[in-house]
DNA sequence: TTGTAAGCGTTATCAT
DNA sequence: ATGATAACGCTTACAA
């Protein structure tokens, strides 16, 4: 009748306590805030947890004292170079802090991040990190309801869950776009893959600025949903070379499209920037390494990580943020492959 | 005196299983495995459990059961290339099963590797995937004694914890390398960065090579301790170049290195691979866009992922693979950067 | 197929 | 600074 479970065999704190001659909750203690102990138990209890080799139980201590000390972070892929950035940030923030990181990839897909979301709140974490700002309205409900610091990435935009960091796409867009049309280029193409809403932004922007110049040109965009590649960048430049033979520059939504038109223009033997500019987007560290070196908008990736961690942390300590949406900005990388036209 | 904890205000278990009529093991068993349920009690806790918008808490579950449904994941870098095919492919092979990934960075340091083992094993992960075979031994001994299936990444060797998953970056470099003497390259130089012990076995191969070939010359090898890059590439050519001009190939360490390369050729006119063939190391995707196109040594980094988590994953429902050890090979990718040289 | 009873290992609360 | 007690929310073991 009397319940036999099969006894863990694990060292258990009050085994420690028992060791150390103290109760339990000391023994507790010792391990969250050894200051509160006085000297001579908090020695007693030291070594009473280093001999029998204790190994505190992370999911008891969840469920006793109602919190974890895991962020949770939600990007969409990781095959992009441009979210290793962001973790990298995200890590290094982390560095010395008593948290960790759960990491999930939603795969651009909105129904998966509302999947993933609710199996975080079955985790409670200490706080979220979310990339973009169109989660679909059942995830922002669960986002609401759960209770911990979130910060949305990559982009701002109004009505923050919670807190922000990020650029406006659109305006980085426009900036690159207004570039070479500043230097008398007038027939840009514009070449995309993988349509996210950051990189709809983009073309948003590109729209804006070639209207605004009078150059609007529908024929001049191209894209497709695939993902983003060196070689489908030569592909997409090459095809929208035939529709338009007279583009004389390329906007990219990123880089490894630039560099793809990069090799393409070295493989038909057109002149860059003379006959063709070539800005691409978020200045991965390639683009000034390459012949002509590319111009690029740079984008503070690992300062979002960052930022974003920063802002949890601080966030769960009470600390909020003057403001809660940050723009981290961009900068306009400007080198040879985008040099000034005669006019 | 009575404990007043505050109250949580959650939805238990306990409650959906009062609304359904029926006791909190059974709802309980409804959300394991609801096959088990009669078809009346079934809907019974699901409506109730909707209605009352119950969320499990993975803590208590995971106290009460004494395991978890979480797989850690040490890798040592972030900004690497290599990794994040790894990880997509541990992603995707996780995808529609219960168990999500637990990644920690070890920054290529063993002290940080130790540290995160020793989290880990607080928190009693399903399973670990591990990067490497070089571990401290007081990290094995903690994997040791996790008690849960185990599988090293990215190489192989003698004496696993417990499984392993990669190839032999030594006869990686050496087939690579001979690639090279067969079409009379002779002055091979070797261009390494951030030499982690992998990259210190591709460089035995080298060795092997060129020892075998009678062609071995200290001088012709150039390495750093510094992370990889393009640019790096680039500076790593142009002064192994100043100390041997009569240099008439490279063999990369990476991908990121043999575009450096490709690029400082470009810059100073040297023809590849006429003056100079090249070859790389895990065949990323834009060395095939190149030009000319770049050899490489293709890994097969999305399979050690998936097979990664596709072990650990059998070996939780008790199926061992036959051999411990998986050598997933490579395969040496010819392209235009390493043609036949006249002899 | 369903239920009863007893913990899982820790921390919050209150008191000293 | 330290301790006694009662949870935290769930599942295991066993019985029916």
Redesign the interface.
Known sequence: MARQRTT?GKVRLTEVAKLAGVSPITASRFFRNPEALSAGKRERVESAARELGY??????R??AS?R?EVIGVLIPS????VF??V??GI?DALQGSRY??????TRYSFLQEEKLL??F????PAGLVVTGINQTPDSRLVMEAMNCPIVQIMEIGPDPVDMMVGFSHNKAAFSAVSHLLARNYRRIGFLGARMDPRVQRRLEGYRDAMKAAGLYDPRLIITTPVPT???M??MLFADLLTLVPDMDAVFCVND?IA??VL?EC??RQISVPDDMAIVGFNDL??M????PPLTSVRTNRYEMGRNAISMVMAAIDGERPEAPVIDLGFQLMVRGSSSPRPA
Chains 1, 2 share one sequence.
């Open positions: 863990t190994v505190p139980d992370l999911a008891a969840a469920l109602q974890t990781l095959t992009n170079n290793s950035d973790l990298r890590y960790s990181i759960q990491l999930v990839n609710r199996l709140q079955a985790q409670r590649s060196v070689s960048g030569g490894d560099l793809g090799f070295q493989r560290e390639f000034a390494a390459a012949v």
